[in-house]
C-alpha cells in the first residue's frame, strides 16, 4: 500500500516507519525545509527498548508545494488538532478520488471538519493508544503500545482490510462502530492525563506514582464521569479503569501537550479540555477542577505565544 502522511512530528515518525517497514510505500508531507532535507537523506529512526531501526522512506515533499498529483491508498492526517482541516483541504487536491482518509487527532471537532470535506466514504478515524516521543527531526521513540481502534461516522464501513495492514505493522488495533463512542473515550482520557502532566512536568506513570497527582487525576475523572453520564454513553468499562490502563502502558510517555509546552508550541487544549468544558456548559453539569486545569495550561502556554 502507498501512505501519504501529512505531519512527521512523534506520531506521524512513528507511523510511517512502522508501516514502511512492512514493505509499504510511505512519503511524507512536511512544512520545515530543514526537515525535509534531513528525512529525504537520512530517513527516519525509530527506537523501542534497546534497540533502533534506521528506515528510507519513498519520498518527501513540502507543505507549500504539493502542485502536482500524488498516486497514493491512504492518506493520513498526522498533524495537530488545529492544522488538521487546512491539511485535508490541501491534500484532497493533489490525490485522486479512490484516496481514503485517517485522521488520527485528539478532540472530536478535526474528525467531523475532515470527514465532511472528503466525505464519510473515504474517511476513517484511528483512535490511538500508541505513544512516541520525538527527540530530534527524524529520530523517535516508541514509548507505549496501547490498544488501538479504528472507527468511521459511516458505520456501514468495512474496515477489516486497513485493520490487517496495521496489524501486520505491528499495532494491536481493533474495529469499533460507534464512532463518537470511540472519540468521547479518548476524549476525555486526555483530558485527565494530558493537563496534569503538562502542569507537573512530569512523564504519564506519575499518575500513579505520587499520590497527589493521583487524587487529582481522580478528582478530574470524578467531573468527567457526570459529563460522560449527561451524554448517555454506554461505558464498555469505568472510565476511570480505562484512564490508569493508558497511564500504565505509556508511564514512560511525555504526553503530547507537555511537549508542546517544553518545545514552546501550541497546545491542543482547546480541542481537549475546551471541548470538555463546552460540554459540560451545554450539559450543565459543574467541572471546577477542569475549569482550573484549563486555565493553568493556558496561563502556561500564554507566556511564550503572542
Known amino acids: 500500500m502507498r501512505f501519504l502522511i501529512v505531519g512527521q512530528g512523534s506520531i506521524g515518525s512513528m507511523i510511517g516507519a512502522r508501516l514502511k517497514m512492512k514493505d509499504n510505500e510511505v512519503f511524507f508531507v512536511v512544512r520545515n525545509p530543514i526537515r525535509l532535507n534531513i528525512v529525504e537523506r537520512e530517513g527516519i529512526v525509530l527506537f523501542e527498548k534497546d534497540h533502533h531501526t534506521a528506515v528510507k522512506c519513498d519520498g ?51 474528525h467531523i471538519e475532515v470527514s465532511k470535506i472528503v466525505g464519510e466514504k473515504r474517511h476513517i478515524i484511528l483512535s490511538l493508544y500508541d505513544s ?47 464512532a463518537f463512542y470511540v472519540l468521547y473515550k479518548k476524549l476525555f482520557i486526555n483530558a485527565v492525563i494530558n493537563p496534569i502532566t503538562t502542569i507537573l512536568r512530569v512523564k504519564n506513570g506519575e ?33 476511570e479503569t480505562a484512564v ?16 508542546d509546552i517544553e518545545w514552546k508550541r501550541r497546545t491542543e487544549i482547546d480541542d481537549i479540555l ?26 502556561l502556554e500564554s507566556q511564550y505565544l503572542k
Open 244 to 259: 490508569f490502563e493508558t497511564v500504565e502502558k505509556t508511564a514512560d510517555n511525555k504526553s503530547s501537550m507537555l511537549q
Open 274 to 299: 475546551g471541548y470538555t468544558l463546552h460540554l459540560a456548559d451545554e450539559y450543565q453539569v459543574e467541572v471546577p477542577r477542569l475549569k482550573d486545569v484549563y486555565l493553568i495550561v493556558k496561563a
Open 132 to 178: 512516541a516521543f520525538s527527540f530530534s527531526l527524524n529520530q523517535v521513540r516508541l514509548t507505549g503500545r496501547g490498544k488501538n481502534i479504528l472507527t468511521s461516522f459511516d458505520p456501514s464501513r468495512d474496515l477489516m482490510g486497513v485493520q490487517k495492514i496495521f496489524k501486520h505493522a505491528g499495532f494491536d488495533v481493533s474495529v469499533e462502530k460507534d
Open 60 to 110: 518527501v515533499y513540502q507543505f507549500d508545494n504539493l502542485y502536482h498529483p500524488l498516486d497514493v491508498d491512504f492518506v493520513i492526517i498526522a498533524t495537530k488538532s488545529y492544522d488538521a482541516l487546512r491539511a485535508a483541504e490541501k491534500i484532497k487536491e493533489v490525490v485522486a478520488d479512490s484516496a481514503e482518509f485517517i485522521t488520527i487527532q485528539n478532540g472530536i471537532t478535526p
Open 207 to 239: 499518575l500513579i506514582r505520587n499520590r497527589y497527582a493521583s487524587e487529582l487525576a481522580h478528582e478530574i475523572l470524578a467531573e468527567i464521569s457526570q459529563i460522560a453520564s449527561a451524554l448517555n454513553l454506554k461505558e464498555q468499562k469505568p472510565f
